[in-house]
């Protein structure tokens, strides 16, 4: 054979071979089989640029080839012969750049014209194997098949780092999902598809998005998933048991999984180790989604770390970034911090390395990656990043065989990056897309409990879609799904949140307010009580109050809108101050139990004590969980308990108007609102005071500016043009409150003259919500009678101001008795700057405060710098009814809870003044700046230290909104103690009132900078 091709290529003038053959012979598989596998055979000799160069090229095989190839396309159709075109020119190439002599004239003339290209080894492999396998996998023929895989196989190996490599490996990919669905027992078919998908996997995984052929690849791929078999699950196991988890949601599958995974890590050593540590963190992460407890995320991402400083392999190298990714974004979804979020990215990114592209689990690792690049586009609303999202999870979904179990996860992930992405750019094709997708998976049973979640996005873009076209059809529909959703008493608790809460606003939208009153009972009643259950630790409780933020305020406002204003002040006591009613059940006398069934108030008792010891694990905390309910229930089981411990009725709130009027004050999306208890002709009424010039985007907007305001003016190097541009903000504010909130509420009730001599100063409870709590409304300007404004007439001049946190916190206060004088006693703290750090200005008036809490007559006790340690201030706090801390204060805007007061060698925090249960408490006294502000994040959970020594067992607390000036401290001090000490003392609050009006007369005290910063908290 080889003689005659050096004869031809001797006198090319006599003809090509293969030119005189017949038809059939040259188009027959035989022939081209043998051709093409003398290319494979010279695959290391085609081409000059590899080893041996030009002389090592097998001229003859090539030239063999080239003539082969140039008689196919005399007789095949054109439309039909591409590659072997493109094989001629190739092979003709090499030929013309090694001996152009034994190229016919007439291809000399056209390379002339058209110089042909000189293209590598790997290109000429992949256009033989595409022509043989084009010509051999219509009829099934075996052999040719599988030299076309030789050719692939070869030619992608050769082109690892080229451009053409994704290309080439999906050729090869394709070719062996032909060959394995040939009817032939001498093949397998299974190990054959498996390899077809990873190369068609790997293939995806490098190709360009750019790519012209990748939609055509995409849908290849697809179809290859979609017609195989479901792959074979494992049975038995830690990995069948998440699988069965992932299908069915059955939360109890959770908990023995990690049980035996924390002990085969114990048992282990090494890689085994780390590998387990893996899976332990993977399953604590699914167990923190499904309960929201912070500290199964926080140990998911500690066990994930170890065992990523293990030598690993890369595959599980790669799995363990991306479970770690996934972990820490889901803690940057319930905490919030930016350092989670780029902690996330980098992990993602390093799951998702060319190295490991080609692995089954890539596919999930894309999805994690999308995942974290949605979030990014949230945060920051870079476009490029959704684009990526969108790629990925579309090349998640095609290589995903669809009966995997999380291929509905990503197809909803898909759809929610189309959604995000349509919208932002305003493109209707990606919304369709989206809807087209939610619909599928919503629709197909098989996809439980998936399918909620799918019709819960696509009531979200029903809902975003109909507000923005106004269709009245999408929103109702979107309505519908929400509730359809609320209503599976089984679903995932997060889940039926945002789906009662869309539920609710969007039938208030569409004006359906009994529906709309209906839905925030769900979420009211029954979803957030479970969202927030006593199992969870403090941080997991505060993380899950974030997404239910603002929810009691618009449940209330539906109410009046629906002329149901008792109701509406059952709902803001049920979502407002969650934690704090939750911590008051557990510190309540219940003397009548104690009558009725001693044995049963012991064991409630200690019940409430285990579950208010701090340090507790959360498996300790599910158990005293647990057995609270249980005595709970045990109790309503005696005659006359039905209602112990349930949801507070009207009865019971109705009765915090007793002693003087409280105002409500509601502010939400749809309206705000004062309710104001009064007593009225022997009974409590409700009266709704419209705030109708008042938004919650303005009220949050000047809560803002008084806060910076009042730093500013606080601050010692702040200049005197910005003192006055400050001040000039700080009163507009003040006058604010007074001509839109106070001064309507005053002149409600009454309130609105000055108090005339020997009469008795009406005292009135604040009650406000949302950002309102972070303004001072007892320091509101009001217009003097007259309508001169100057000298300034404030809140004060016209009522004793109290501040209660939630309705049940204020009657929880009134029903325990304050201690008879003889069991009242004091404890003085001082901490000087010095005991704080540098950090923290020296306190040089602590002993001035100290003289001016000996106005209080009785037993005292002192503790000073280096005795103040929090261990001893608690432990004093314990033995006295009385306490006054003069020390540092610390408020954290963004984490109340770490709000505290700085000690001698360490803090005394709200978490260890929470674990107290102080019964003989009766009024602290806060000298400490920013002791009774709380945060701007959970504002409705009232957190501060002040409301700390409220939950501890004070019923009195005295504590600053912002920094106090030193050397004002103890004046005020000395008068509230001088006025407690009177026989006749009128209370703590009127007390504070009093002390604050000696204060103003002062030649440096009588701006509200300086005296509207202490405020009374209590009955």
């Known amino acids: 054979m080889r003689a005659e091709v050096r004869k031809a290529m001797a006198a090319p003038e006599f003809g090509l071979l293969f030119m005189a053959e017949p038809a059939e012979s040259v188009l027959g598989l035989r022939m081209h089989r043998t051709t093409a596998d003398m290319v494979f055979d010279a695959r290391g000799r085609l081409t000059l640029d590899q080893p041996g160069g030009a002389d090592g090229v097998d001229l003859e095989a090539v030239y063999l080839a080239a003539c082969y190839y140039t008689a196919r396309l005399k007789h095949l159709p054109r439309e039909a012969s591409s590659w072997e075109e493109l094989a001629f020119e190739l092979l003709f190439a090499i030929v013309l750049a090694l001996r152009p002599e034994a190229v016919p004239e007439p291809y000399r003339e056209m390379f002339a014209e058209r110089p042909p290209r000189l293209v590598p080894a790997h290109e000429i492999l992949n256009v033989v194997g595409n022509a043989l396998y084009e010509a051999s996998a219509p009829a099934g023929e075996r052999d040719s098949l599988a030299l076309a895989v030789g050719l692939f196989g070869e030619a992608s190996e050769m082109a690892r780092g080229q451009i053409s490599e994704p290309h080439i490996t999906f050729n090869l990919g394709s070719a062996l999902l032909v060959l394995s ?11 054959l598809r498996r390899a077809a998908l990873h190369h068609m996997r790997r293939a995806l995984a490098l190709l360009p998005v750019d790519d012209p052929a990748r939609e055509r690849m995409l849908a290849t791929a697809m179809d290859a998933q979609a017609r195989g078999p479901a792959p074979a699950e494992p049975e038995e196991g830690v990995r069948a048991e998440l699988n069965r988890y992932m299908r069915d949601g059955d939360r109890d599958r959770l908990d023995p999984v990690i049980d035996r995974l924390r002990s085969a890590a114990a048992a282990a050593e090494g890689s085994e180790r780390a590998h387990r540590l893996v899976e332990l963190g993977q399953v604590l992460r699914m167990r923190f989604e ?15 770390t170890t065992a990523l400083d293990a030598p690993l392999d890369a595959e599980t190298r790669a799995t363990a970034s991306s479970f770690l990714g996934l972990a820490h974004l889901d803690r940057f979804t319930a905490v919030g911090d930016p350092a989670d979020l780029e ?11 060319a190295e490991t592209a080609a692995s089954p689990a890539h596919a999930q690792r894309l999805t994690n990656l999308a995942a974290v690049l949605t979030a990014r586009f949230d ?13 990925h999870l579309r090349h998640a979904v095609v290589v995903t065989p669809p009966s995997q179990h999380d291929h509905p996860v990503m197809l909803i992930k898909l759809a929610v990056a189309l959604r995000r992405r349509g919208m932002h750019v305003g493109e209707d094709e990606d919304v369709a897309a989206a809807e087209g997708i939610l619909r599928h998976v919503a629709e197909d049973p098989s996809t439980r409990p998936n399918a909620h979640l799918a019709r819960l996005e696509l009531g979200d873009l029903l809902a975003v879609r109909g507000l923005r076209q106004e269709t009245g059809a999408d929103l109702a529909e979107a309505a519908a799904q929400c509730r359809a959703i609320t209503l599976e008493a089984t679903e995932d608790i997060r889940t039926r949140l945002l789906a009662v809460t869309r ?5 208030a939208l569409l004006g359906d307010l009994d529906q709309a009153c209906t839905a925030y009972g769900v979420a009211l009643d029954d979803v957030l009580p479970k969202l927030t259950g006593r199992a969870l630790g403090r941080a997991s409780q505060e993380a899950r109050l974030r997404e239910a933020d603002h929810l009691a305020n618009d449940a209330a406002a539906v109410e009046i809108t629906a002329d149901r204003p008792q109701q509406a002040l059952i709902r803001l006591e049920q979502g407002r101050g969650v934690l704090l009613a939750q911590a008051l059940q557990l510190r309540g006398r219940h003397d009548d139990l104690v009558r009725t069934a001693p044995a049963l108030a012991h064991r409630f008792e200690q019940v409430c004590a285990a579950l208010v010891e701090s340090q507790r694990g959360p498996e300790q905390r599910k158990a005293s969980a647990a057995e609270f309910d249980g005595v709970v229930e045990e109790i309503r089981a005696q005659k006359g308990f039905e209602d112990f411990h349930r949801p507070p009725e009207w009865r019971q709130l109705s009765d915090a108007a007793a002693h003087g009027p409280v105002a409500v004050i509601n502010v939400s999306v749809v309206r705000c609102d004062v309710l104001l208890l009064r007593r009225r002709l022997g009974r409590t009424v409700v009266e709704v005071l419209p705030l109708s010039k008042v938004t919650r985007e303005e009220i949050g907007r000047r809560a803002e500016a008084f806060r910076t305001a009042v730093a500013k003016l606080t601050a010692p190097d702040t200049s005197g043009g910005e003192r ?13 409150l007074g001509k839109h909130i106070v001064g309507p509420v005053l002149e409600r009730l009454g309130y609105d003259r000055p108090v005339g001599p020997g009469e008795a100063w009406p005292r009135m409870w604040w009650c406000p919500t949302g950002a309102l709590s972070l303004l001072p409304l007892h320091a509101a300007v009001l217009d003097a009678p007259d309508g001169r404004r100057s000298p300034a007439v404030y809140t004060r001049d016209r009522v004793v101001s109290s501040y209660v946190p939630t309705l049940g916190a204020l009657l929880h206060a009134r029903a325990r008795t304050a201690p008879t004088a003889d069991r009242t006693s004091l404890v003085a703290v001082a901490v000087d700057a010095l005991q704080a750090g540098d950090a923290y200005p020296r306190l040089m008036a602590l002993e001035d405060e100290l003289a001016a809490t000996r106005e209080l007559p009785g037993p005292r006790s002192e503790l000073r710098n280096g005795d103040a340690t929090p261990d001893a201030v608690l432990a004093a706090l314990r033995t006295h009814s009385h306490a006054h801390l003069a020390c540092h204060g610390v408020r954290d805007g963004a984490d109340p809870s770490r709000s505290r007061l700085l000690l001698h060698s360490g ?8 674990a107290e249960r102080l019964l003989e408490a009766e009024f602290a006294y806060l000298a400490a700046c920013h002791s009774a502000a709380f945060g701007e994040e959970l504002v409705d959970e009232a957190v501060s230290v002040a409301s700390a020594f409220q939950l501890s067992g004070y019923r009195q607390v005295i504590g600053s909104l912002w920094t106090v000036e030193d050397d004002m401290g103890p004046l005020l001090a000395r008068e509230v103690y001088r006025l407690l000490a009177a026989p006749d003392t009128p209370g703590a609050a009127h007390c504070l009132h009093r002390a604050v009006g000696a204060l103003r007369a002062h030649p440096r005290y009588g701006e509200p900078l300086f005296w509207a910063s202490v405020i009374h908290t209590g009955p």
């Open 181 to 191: 669905q040939l009817d032939d027992p001498a093949l397998d078919p299974a190990e």
């Open 290 to 304: 499904m309960d929201g407890e912070l500290d199964h995320l926080d140990e998911s991402i500690d066990v994930i």
């Open 343 to 353: 902690a996330a990215t980098t992990a993602v990114r390093a799951a998702c390395a």
């Open 379 to 391: 945060v920051h609303e870079d476009i490029a990043a959704l684009d990526e999202a969108v790629e």
């Open 503 to 507: 539920w609710a606003m969007l039938c």
């Open 724 to 736: 006055y541009r400050y001040d000039r903000e700080m009163k507009r504010t003040l006058r604010w």
């Open 907 to 914: 803090d005394l925090t709200i978490g260890r003044l929470a």
